[in-house]
């Protein structure tokens, strides 16, 4: 199995399969030398950490490869990574954490279009939502997933999978919640998602629908890289790591069929 590499608080994985996981708010390293933020907001996301690591061990016991992984160890408190740089951090000796951070999402973008000319970028999150559905957020927000068909297809264009219906005959409403969206494959895992078949938009209005990084990293600015935010919740996902097993193993089996349906790559070859 591939090693990570860590350099200023941020841990790598070079990667050998066109897909990118980061997982920017599940470190609690605390450097004194950096003050901490005073505006913003300062959430751990609880163990995210530690669910990409069984995520990145299961893609190796599932398929015998890894995915690029860029993993923060810092604390939000000091850097939040998945904010544009002036909201990001308040003391300059935090740059260069940030700037690793991102130029390595950048370097295995580069790698992915060279080596395999298409790609998916994924950014792990932890919500605390009451309801405890997984979201999956490619920057619509709910009120939109709410529309009908007919009118919520013409919302491709503002989305981080902008360009994912290009390598398939999967349509963008296929991809963004039908019988082989990523919702819809966790929710036949048994984990209910949010949008999917099953629940095309949350009822409650909890929501999140994708930020800085998934609009940064995903195709909404084109390219052919697409991107989506996934907020896991804590109860029986994130608290133990019984479950982040379980849980990683069924996500891993998700990506598989996903990777096959949208982008014709067998990660089992
Ligand atoms: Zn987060």
Redesign the pocket.
Known sequence: MIQPIIKNHIRYYEGNIPLILTA??GGEVSPDNIDDRTHGVF?L?DY?LELTEEIIHEFYLQTGKTPYVIVGEISRTKVDL?RKRDLAYEDERAKVVYDEFHHLIQKSEKEINTKFSKGLYIDI??QSHPKGYTEFGYLLYNDMLKLADEHLTYHQDQTSIRTLSNFSNESFLDQLKGAYSLGTLMCNEGYDSIPSTKIPYATDGNYFEGAYDTIRYGSLQGGNISGIQI?FPYTDIRDTKEHRQKCAKAFVKSMIKFMRVHFDVDLEE
């Open positions: 920017p708010h959430d996301d995210t998945n999150h932890g907020e």
